[in-house]
């Protein structure tokens, strides 16, 4: 089959024109992160943020020109709003707190490496944290690999209620946006770093998200440039860290943990993710690697230590199933392991708010 080019891709974007300014979006230097990779094609399209709500029908032409190229079999365009400063990399503006005015604190749950259960104590956390009477969303940053529509159990596309922003997708009590309700599932995901940025905004600026005490972020797995950048636009209240106990992971952990050191997040604690195998059958305990290793880890780095949660097939067959174990079984020990995480986690949260107000500048009238 007939590879598509780069240059193609240029060419068939030329005939696509900026509504407002008539020129075409290539010569008007609006296209960025161009990837094509075995026909499948991937580039944003950038654009003022005050314009892009309205900018929908553009991205969607520019989407099916490519489309319609011989040798194209997927595209996807996104819009960002980032403009590359100086010829530097996009995206080192920080995001601030005016996108989501409702949104009291932001919790990112990160990992050093995929799957270690990430999403699954992200979805959990997000349940536990509703439990105790929190308005609640959950931002699917991860992605590369979105899984909150499964977890959640949401299919669908999302609507807009007013015309201009998108309204969350919700279920089980939780408002959830998620790449993976804006793209086909068998969408390759290529994204560059930047494009990545740009779409992270658009979820925190053109979703309604409306008033949330607290919002979790499940982060894209690792510590490279995407996710060190990610950390420092997200006006994070904090993180918490998910690990498993072998000691690979482990280091995985640390790499997470100084991430958010740099960029001055500060780390709620750390979750040792199965942690303990419990047998279905008889529900004997074994520790198949070294028990505890997290905990002794999070004493050494100084972090708190949030909890542990055994490897169990029912945790995973709940969230799998879009019934995640904390809304499904909530008389449950693992229900109570994350309940307790959710606890020290918005302790964490009240504490990093009440140090935030104390610090803001005050008006004293003499
Ligand atoms: P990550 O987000 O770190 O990539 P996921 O949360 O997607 O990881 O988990 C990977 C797989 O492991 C999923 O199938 C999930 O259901 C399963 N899983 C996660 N935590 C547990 C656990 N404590 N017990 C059993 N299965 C788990």
Redesign the pocket.
């Given at each position: 089959m007939t590879q598509v080019t780069e240059t193609q891709i240029l060419e068939a974007l030329q005939g696509v024109a900026d509504p407002d300014r008539g020129g075409s979006i290539v010569d008007l230097g609006m296209i960025a992160g161009l990837q094509v990779k075995d026909g499948h094609v991937a580039f944003a399209i950038q654009v003022d943020p005050e314009r892009g709500p309205h900018m929908e029908p553009l991205r969607k032409a520019a989407e099916d020109r490519v489309h319609g190229l011989p040798g194209v079999l997927s595209v996807t365009a996104v819009l960002t709003a980032e403009r590359p400063q100086d010829g530097g990399p996009a995206g080192q503006v920080p995001v601030d707190d005016v996108l989501m005015p409702g949104v009291k604190s932001i919790v990112a749950v990160a990992?050093g490496?995929?799957?270690?259960?990430?999403?699954?104590?992200?979805?959990n956390l997000a349940l536990a944290l509703r439990d105790k009477g929190l308005k609640v969303g959950l931002l699917d940053a991860?992605i590369y690999?979105p899984?909150m529509p499964r977890?959640l159990g949401i299919g669908g596309d999302p609507t807009s209620s007013d015309g201009h922003r998108l309204d969350p997708m919700q279920n089980h009590g939780i408002k959830c946006m998620s790449m993976g309700f804006l793209v086909e599932e068998e969408t390759p995901v290529i994204w560059r770093g930047p494009m990545v940025m740009g779409a992270l905004e658009q979820f925190m600026r053109d979703v309604d998200w409306g008033d949330l005490d607290v919002m979790v972020v499940?982060m894209p797995?690792g510590t490279g440039d995407a996710q060190l950048t990610m950390a420092q636009r997200v006006p994070l209240t904090g993180a918490v860290i998910?690990s498993t106990p072998q000691d690979i992971a482990l280091a995985d952990a640390r790499k997470g943990l100084n991430m958010f050191r740099k960029t001055d997040v500060p780390v709620l604690g750390l979750i040792e993710?199965?942690?303990y195998f419990v047998c279905p059958h008889c529900g004997e305990r074994t520790e198949i690697f070294s028990h505890g290793g997290a905990k002794a880890e999070a004493d050494l780095l100084g972090m708190a230590f949030l909890g542990e949660?055994?490897?169990?097939?029912?945790?995973?067959?709940t969230?799998?199933g879009g019934h995640p174990i904390v809304d499904s079984d909530p008389e449950s020990p693992?229900t109570r392991a994350y309940r307790q995480i959710a606890d020290q986690v918005w302790d964490g949260v009240e504490q990093q708010l009440a140090r935030k107000q104390a610090q803001a500048p005050r008006i004293v009238l003499q």
């Open positions: 990992s490496k995929g799957g270690v259960g990430k999403s699954t104590t992200a979805v991860d690999g899984s977890m499940d797995p998910v993710n199965m942690s949660v055994p490897l169990d097939v029912a945790i995973r067959e969230s799998d693992h």
